[in-house]
């Protein structure tokens, strides 16, 4: 196939209401090119992507003209216009692949259509069965996958799927829209390797939108960063990354714990310093204090699956407990085992030594206080923000005059007790669930995926202020994440968690950075996105369970 | 019997007319909030205007439409057919608003309770809804209404039990679905009591699917009311009632349309108006995300 | 789990049945002497009807006497019609069925293209059609919109028969006409409501968009939504049955035809108890028959649900 060019020129998005979504702005790809578009959520690096391909959402509207090839298009036309160049010419691959294949039919029938509705001509017996297998190869899946039904396959081999239904129309330019933000650690980097071996094969342009600049490295030729709907820096990838012009860049470097982590073991930066940072003298374990939560032994289990398989874990005060696995590993289970939301089938919690009985009903406010990962839901959406904590506060009996102590402490000013939570963005929202979960003066605060959802910036501002509470307030804090990067910045001991099993713990610092358990090893590799296949097959070769 | 319970929703649901304008009351409302308006008031001055509406008088029956005295002429027993609408808007409507605060009340406390306790009760529960969803309300009360007789007030306190289960359906499931949300578990750490997180937290957060199926179980049961009176059933012979007063009209259909038109018409228009309305407040309250 | 489902199902149709028995044995009125008829009163004569209906007996083993009967086929004698219950409904059955047929294929005709050009047209003139035929069809009494119809019919343009069943074959047909739109209406509304809700939510779903994005042409992306919409469609079986149960009744009063409905609604004015209770019991078990096999449909319809078996 010849390298063909792609121009957009002016390219602009209005939505309903006549704001300014995407302002303009100038893309140019080649064939056998990679270009990045990366921007936090809401930055509208999605509108610009679905501009490119005339699928907008209803009311929102483009402008401007892109050239593909000899061809040029206003971005406005009407959607019959676009229907001819849609998969002959630019495709869209979505980034979740549990809904973006039809669950009724099967893998090779939706692979087949876009073929059918590339060529026009409709597929029969064994040239259908053959064509069919022909893209299943390419994305390195067997032919008897063309056989399956989506729910029948993993969240990675969907996405493979996804992309051979994505190119089987052999589209110039495909877009891939956060293809890999739903899948596992361990299968991010094995798709986007496979999607920029098959765009080198095919000499074929992609414009890969991402939130994540750790993805981008090695993998993309030029990268856009776009925030508030402005593209403000671009360039090459390895330039940009190594010497970001703009501020905002800049930030989300600084901020994205991946690529600080990264920058903290190559020790080509001075920016390691959080490493430093959190965690303090503790590595000479004598003067440690007393557990205040010992949980030992714990067995959960959900009918035939154990869930939680022995799991043995201590809470100190003024320390992070970090607990990290994949999931399904098991994780949150263990939290909420704790906090008392599941009743453990085996096993001992004692608090300041005396045993808790599974459930609510042994616990009180006072010992622990949980905060969940999704800020949306957390908070409830017919109450507003000072009702919300005097209630908290009342359990307490603390006079109602302590929420604007309770928002001081959370970074919030004290007029926001008059809100509701659907005024609040996403970090505010978990501030408010931190303070809430402060109200009672809990001894143990329990984060279950606390910051998982929040955008990279406001991510490493809550981590801060999780730091701050445990130094001023002693507070053992209880750290659930699938993010190695984070818990690296916070936690000061660490439990790798495996299929229900304690497979590591010890010292944050020691076990991120000298792993003694192959899984750790994965779990690291896959974190700094490199492709973690060799250490999986290496693990499953060795039967580890 | 779960696999429908998809579907149930969808036709248990609102009519499923969707209002474009977000702040302005839509002309369709509108009209049906005046009509609904218009009803209510004769429903409340009915006595005052019609009081003698069902008495007899042999001497002018089956006058037609447009006789002075008697614009929508009389029936065979010489009835003036628009007293006897008039006063038949009292059995139209009151009956089925009680049936739908009734059966609202009942779903209420049976299904949050069973939606959050789970358990025995909920069991028990939910083995109740599904006998009673076994049968279609209307069979049941034309066979319930009809072999043990009873009047207006009997027959409204069955509906309330027949309309019960859908009412205690979508609120358990409201409940359900709002009990594993972490707001929920966030009470719970702080040991709030059960009743508390029941009725303070979880409730304000179903509460537009509460109303909104209120609503719908109005016009289901002017329906319900005005189909069992159909039959001759629910309302002894005699009363002012417009569904009594099709099946007496039908043999005079020719003599006096008017006698069925009239009140057929007015039955179909306060189910739209009310569904309309009821709609409408639906998409309201999802909107603005509740009531408080 | 398919066993699980059917032994519930038949818990509930025993309950059932238990209930509607001693309703009916609750029932006010003299029993013997709605029996007794226009006969006199002897003591023998009270005596041989206490002895033939076993009136005699204690509730439990009169309910299982009943049972019995009914298991085996036997279903009483009807008092007002003086044969046997099942040969009066056998001889009903008939037009009932031929009516909900009809009504069944207006109302599939109409509702499912409408239903679908709503969904891909939302918002647009066709939709708001689709919209005003469906409140009014979810609204109206089915008794109402029979009554009109059957004034204007009657009276403006007598072109349909408005009374009776007919003489059989396609006169029947012919008079089946009006009852069946009645029916069809509110049929109708509910599918065009379930067609409508089902596929605009499977229009918004990403594999739409992808299949949209990969220049699939609109005729096939809309085939392939309404291959994923059938699941809730289809599931909705037993609710169009619900509606289709109250209807018939109606509609076969309003129109005086000689079907299930009417026989109902006479037996209950009659105190028919030997009727009114075999017909209770058979309407439960068709819906319960019928939920079953839209269960079993979703197995059809749905790969996921069947790898997993049937859901409970």
């Not at chain 1, 557990?291 to 714990?298: C, F, Q, T």
């Not at chain 2, 309201?284 to 009531?291: F, N, P, S, W, Y």
């Not at chain 3, 025993?14 to 029993?31: E, N, R």
């Not at chain 3, 949209?212 to 609710?239: F, M, Q, W, Y």
Request: aromatic share 6%; net charge neutral.
């Amino acid at each position: 196939m010849t390298a063909v060019s792609i121009h957009a020129r002016g390219l602009t998005v209005l939505a309903p209401d006549g704001r300014t979504m995407v302002q303009p702005l100038d893309l140019d790809l080649v064939g056998g090119e990679t270009v990045a578009l990366i921007g936090e959520s809401g930055s509208g690096k999605t509108l610009t992507a679905k501009s490119l391909i005339g699928l907008l959402p209803p009311g929102f509207r483009a402008q401007g003209e892109v050239r593909y090839g000899e061809q040029a298009f206003e971005l406005s036309m009407p959607d019959a216009a676009w229907r001819p160049l849609r998969g002959r010419t630019v495709s869209l691959l979505l980034q979740d692949p549990f809904t973006s294949l039809s669950p009724v039919h099967r893998c090779g029938e939706q692979i087949a259509w876009t073929i059918e509705a590339a060529t026009g001509r409709r597929l029969r017996g064994a040239a259908r069965t053959s064509a069919i297998a022909a893209r299943l190869a390419e994305v390195r899946l067997p032919e008897r996958v063309a056989r399956a039904y989506p729910h029948e396959l993993s969240g990675g081999m969907r996405q493979r799927v996804a992309i051979a239904a994505a190119l089987a129309s052999d589209p110039v330019l495909l877009i891939a829209d956060e293809p890999t933000t739903a899948l596992d650690a361990s299968n991010q980097a094995e798709i986007l390797d496979l999607l920029h071996g098959i765009q080198t094969a095919r000499g074929m342009a992609v414009l890969l939108i991402s939130h994540d600049l750790g993805l981008v490295r090695g993998r993309t030729d030029r990268v856009l960063v776009m925030r508030s709907g402005e593209i403000v820096e671009r360039g090459d990838t390895a330039t940009v990354l190594a010497a970001p012009e703009h501020a905002y860049t800049r930030a989300l470097i600084e901020v994205d714990p991946a690529m600080r982590a990264l920058a903290a073991d190559d020790g080509s930066t001075a920016d390691g310093s959080a490493d430093d940072g959190s965690t303090p003298a503790l590595a000479a374990g004598t003067d440690r204090p007393t557990a205040v939560l010992e949980a030992s032994g714990i067995v959960k289990r959900f009918g035939e699956r154990t869930v939680l398989d022995d799991v043995s874990i201590a809470l100190r005060p003024g320390e992070v407990t970090g607990v990290v696995g994949e999931s399904g590993s098991g994780k949150s289970t263990l939290a909420r085992c704790i906090a008392g939301l599941e009743r453990e089938d085996g096993g001992e919690i004692r608090f300041e030594g005396v045993v808790l009985a599974p459930g609510r009903g042994s616990r009180t406010p006072a010992q622990m206080q949980i905060v969940f990962q999704d800020p949306y839901s957390s908070l409830n959406p017919m109450m507003s923000i000072g009702a919300i904590l005097r209630e908290a506060l009342h359990v307490a009996r603390r006079p109602a005059a302590d929420v604007a102590v309770l928002l001081e402490t959370v970074g919030l000013p004290a007029d926001f007790a008059g809100k509701r939570p659907a005024q609040l963005s996403g970090g505010q929202r978990q501030r408010v669930a931190i303070a809430r979960a402060l109200a009672p003066r809990p001894s143990v605060l329990i984060c279950d995926e606390s910051v998982s959802a929040l955008d990279v910036s406001v991510q490493a501002q809550v981590l801060a202020l999780l730091a701050q509470l445990r130094d001023e307030l002693g507070l053992a804090i209880l750290f659930i994440s699938h993010d190695l990067a984070v818990v690296r910045e916070i936690a000061d001991t660490v439990t790798v968690l495996w299929d229900g099993r304690v497979v590591e713990q010890g010292e944050c610092a020691r076990v991120l950075t000298a792993p003694e358990h192959e899984y750790t090893r994965l779990l690291i590799a896959a974190g700094r996105r490199e492709n973690p296949r060799a250490a999986a097959s290496d693990l499953a070769s060795k039967g580890t369970r | 019997m779960s696999t429908s319970t998809t579907a149930r929703a969808v036709v248990d649901g609102p009519v499923g007319v969707e209002f474009r304008s977000k702040h302005r009351v839509p002309i369709v409302v509108a009209i049906s909030l005046g009509f609904l308006a218009i009803v209510m008031f004769f429903v409340v001055a009915a006595p005052f205007l019609v009081p003698n509406a069902t008495e007899q008088d042999i001497l002018s029956s089956l006058l037609p439409p447009g006789t002075p005295g008697h614009p929508l002429g009389t029936d065979e027993l010489g009835r003036d057919i628009l007293a006897l609408t008039i006063a038949g808007a009292t059995s139209a409507l009151v009956g089925p608003c009680i049936v739908a605060v009734g059966s609202m009340l009942i779903g209420v406390l049976l299904g949050t309770v069973a939606g959050y306790e789970r358990g025995w009760v909920d069991f028990l529960v939910s083995r109740w809804t599904d006998l009673l969803l076994a049968l279609p309300v209307l069979l049941a009360a034309i066979v319930v209404a009809g072999v043990f007789g009873g009047g207006y007030w009997t027959t409204t306190l069955l509906l309330i039990v027949l309309f019960s289960p859908s009412d205690i359906r979508i609120v358990r499931a409201g409940v359900l679905e709002q009990s594993a949300r972490p707001y929920i578990e966030a009470a719970q750490m702080l040991s709030l009591s059960r009743w508390r997180v029941m009725f303070r937290h979880i409730l304000p957060n179903v509460s537009t699917l509460v109303i909104t199926n209120a609503m719908l179980n109005v016009a289901f049961a002017i329906v319900a009311f005005s189909s069992l009176s159909f039959l001759g059933v629910g309302v002894p012979a005699g009363t002012a009632d417009w569904g009594r007063q099709l099946t007496d009209a039908r043999s005079i259909m020719f003599d006096n349309p008017a006698a069925a038109i009239v009140p057929a018409l007015l039955i179909i228009a306060v189910a739209c108006a009310v569904n309309l309305v009821g709609d409408w407040l639906g998409q309201r309250l999802t909107r603005t995300g509740g009531v408080a | 789990m398919l066993a699980v489902r059917v032994l519930g199902m038949l818990a509930i149709l025993l309950v059932l049945s238990f209930i509607v028995f001693s309703m009916m044995y609750l029932a006010p009125g003299d029993l013997v002497k709605t029996l007794l008829g226009n006969r006199p009163a002897s003591p023998e004569a009270v005596a041989a009807i206490r002895e033939q209906y076993h009136l005699d007996d204690p509730f439990l083993v009169q309910y299982f006497t009943w049972l019995g009967g009914v298991l085996t086929g036997d279903l009483g004698e009807s008092i007002r019609l003086q044969v046997p219950v099942a040969d009066a409904i056998a001889s009903r059955l008939p037009v009932t069925l031929a009516l909900c047929a009809v009504a069944f294929v207006l109302a599939l005709a109409v509702s499912i293209p409408l239903g679908v050009a709503s969904a891909v047209h939302a918002g647009r003139p066709v939709d708001r059609v689709g919209s005003a035929l469906g409140i009014v069809g979810l609204s109206a009494p089915t008794f109402a919109v029979g009554l009109l119809l059957l004034y204007v019919f009657a009276y403006y343009v007598p072109i349909f028969p408005v009374y009776g069943a007919g003489d059989g074959g396609l006169d029947t047909l012919y008079h089946l006409v009006l009852p069946g739109i009645t029916l069809a209406l509110g049929l109708g509304a509910i599918v065009l409501k379930l067609t409508r809700t089902a596929l605009l939510r499977e229009l918004d779903a990403d594999y739409v968009t992808s299949a949209r994005a990969r220049g699939i042409d609109d005729r096939v992306v809309h085939r392939l939504a309404l291959r994923n919409a059938l699941i809730p469609i289809v599931t909705g079986a037993s609710l169009v049955l619900t509606f289709l149960v109250g209807g018939t009744v109606l509609a076969e009063t309003t129109f005086a035809l000689p079907g299930i409905g009417l026989l109902l609604q006479d037996s209950v004015l009659f105190k028919d108890i030997a009727v009114v209770q075999a017909l209770t019991l058979l309407i439960a078990v068709a819906i319960a028959v019928i939920a079953l096999l839209a269960d079993l449909a979703y197995l059809l319809l749905d790969p996921r649900v069947r790898a997993k078996g049937v859901p409970a």
